[in-house]
């Protein structure tokens, strides 16, 4: 039977999983790697630690599973969006990667975004507007604050697609990532010259563009010798994370959508059309499914809300793993009342994406008293993640597209009470998926499709994507009506006071001089 290695090379860990034909997932192995921050506003990681530790993991499957990796008929990769590395003419690395979390080039979204002829030109090119988020605002910084750098640039290539560089010697791109630089045309799919042209930017340093199912090349001698991968084994176009992990939860037509709780938070909605939103506030992408676009609203600090209350309120025990931490505020969170006797919860620990935009956003509890307890601020922060995807979801939908049901995956949703809390706020129907790995699986979907092995997505997807539960509230939850336009109020209100604590901690984007 055929089988496939799946990559998966994320913002804070790589990981490299074999599966079978028929989705099921044989094994894995992961490895860590830090977010560098040099100076203020800088988030960088070094791409030599993605392709070492891909090295490694293939290495410790090849020796656990060599019957199985013997057998990989194709390789399937995703990965975090926009995070660009810079090669020069012998394609070595010139430096360390910007990653999506990057905030050098502030400055310059502004100036985009504060003359009316610029944004119009962006939006109407790339059916986005800009963002600190996105590639080319980052690569013009490079240009005019790293002249040494630029100089010697021959070609940016996203994340994963440098990982197909390694392993193929092809530079080639997708339409999901292609979205995430600013410089492509979501509706045509196509790079954009009136782009590259306003950003200053040469086209040939950009890669072709492709869809997501094709095969783009094949492994060489020397990443075999390496990888332990067999020489000349295929490998996909692949995707964007989001794109992957929705496809891998059987979002393949229009109304279905992903609801990911990981360490950041999202709601992607598939559609046959661009859903293009002029008050700026969601993004629209392509998808990896051809001829579906997605509606993307992004949350900062989704499942990370809950991290950061066990690392800042829990860290000390020794005695307790996090699996255990979290396992006893399940059982906590479960004897609090809906609503936490008012306790309200902003999750904005980083600033926020979608819909607000504001770097300066931050955390708060609203309402605390004197029955406040622990385990209300526990359920306090499920409830708040919960209203944050709530708005997403309403955003998206006001760009006039009805959505019926919501596949959900992704850590946060191990927690049963997560998932009651998540039913009851969004009042939709939740299902969750038999596969928890859906980047995974959408990976090997893509991958088996391009080799021809699925006659098609939909085939693929009939078979091997099942659901496991369904959360189904049928009727409103009283208490969280109540709260939920309480929660929305609440930044409104804070918004030019988030700004002003900004300002009074000093927090400006450093620049090179």
């Known amino acids: 039977m055929n089988g496939f290695l799946s990559v998966d090379l994320g913002t804070t860990s790589l990981k490299v999983a074999l599966l079978t034909e028929t989705g099921r997932i044989v094994g894995s192995e992961s490895c860590e790697y830090p977010i560098l921050s040099p100076k ?18 293939c290495r410790s499957l090849k020796n656990r599973y060599p019957t199985e990796f013997g057998q990989i008929a194709g390789i399937g990769i995703c990965g975090q969006m926009h995070t660009q590395v810079y090669l020069d003419k012998d394609d070595r690395i010139l430096g360390p990667a910007i990653t999506w979390m990057d905030q050098r080039s502030n400055d310059i979204v502004e100036t985009i975004n504060g003359d009316a002829d610029s944004k119009n030109l962006v939006f109407e090119e790339t059916k986005n507007f800009a963002t600190t988020t996105y590639m080319a605002p980052q690569a013009k910084w490079v240009k005019e604050n790293q002249p040494d750098v630029w100089r010697k640039t021959t070609r940016i290539l996203v994340a994963k697609d440098y990982i197909k ?66 020489e000349g084994t295929p490998v996909a176009n692949g995707s964007a994370d989001g794109a992957a992990c929705g496809l891998g939860a059987g979002v393949i037509d229009s109304g279905q959508v992903a609801l990911v709780i990981g360490t950041a938070g999202g709601i992607g909605v598939c559609s046959d059309r661009p859903l293009v939103d002029p008050q700026n506030r969601t993004a629209c992408w392509c998808h990896c499914v051809r001829d579906r676009w997605t509606a993307v609203g992004m949350m900062q600090t989704a499942g990370a809300s809950l991290h950061w209350f066990k690392n800042a309120f829990d860290k000390g025990d020794a ?20 609503g936490c006797d008012g306790l309200i919860f902003l999750p904005y620990l980083n600033g926020e994406r979608t819909p607000y935009w504001d770097s300066s956003a931050r ?40 959505v019926d049901q919501i596949r959900a995956v992704g850590g946060g949703l191990k927690s049963p009470v997560w ?77 030019e006071t988030f700004r002003r604590s900004a300002s009074a901690r000093g927090e400006i984007v450093v620049q090179d001089e």
């Open 165 to 230: 560089f390694k392993l193929t010697g092809q530079m080639v791109t997708d339409y999901s990532e292609a979205s995430g630089t600013l410089l492509f045309d979501v509706e045509k799919r196509r790079w954009s010259d009136e782009m590259f042209n306003y950003f200053g930017l040469p086209g040939p340093l950009f890669p072709r563009v492709g869809p997501s199912d094709e095969i783009i090349g094949q492994v060489t001698r020397e990443a075999s010798e390496l990888s332990g991968i067999k």
């Open 363 to 402: 955390g708060l509890f609203f309402g605390i008293n004197l029955a406040s307890e622990k385990a209300h601020f526990i359920k306090a922060v499920m409830e708040g993640v919960s209203f944050a995807l709530r708005h997403n979801l309403e955003t998206i939908e006001s760009l006039g597209i009805e």
């Open 319 to 338: 005695s307790l793993s996090s699996r255990d931490i979290f396992e006893q505020y399940n059982r906590m969170a479960q004897e609090i009342p809906d």
């Open 419 to 495: 998932l009651s809390i998540l039913g009851k706020v969004l009042r939709k129907p939740i299902v969750t998926m038999s596969v928890p790995d859906s980047a995974s699986l959408g990976n090997v979907i893509l991958c088996g499709k391009a080799l021809g092995i699925y006659p098609s997505l939909e085939d693929a997807v009939e078979r091997m994507v099942t659901s496991d539960q369904e959360m189904n509230y049928t009727t409103d939850s009283e208490i969280y009506e109540r709260q939920y336009p309480i929660f929305l109020e609440l930044y409104q209100q804070l918004k």
């Open 40 to 57: 203020p506003g800088y988030a960088e990681q070094d791409p030599e630690c993605w392709w070492t530790g891909f090295v490694t993991a």
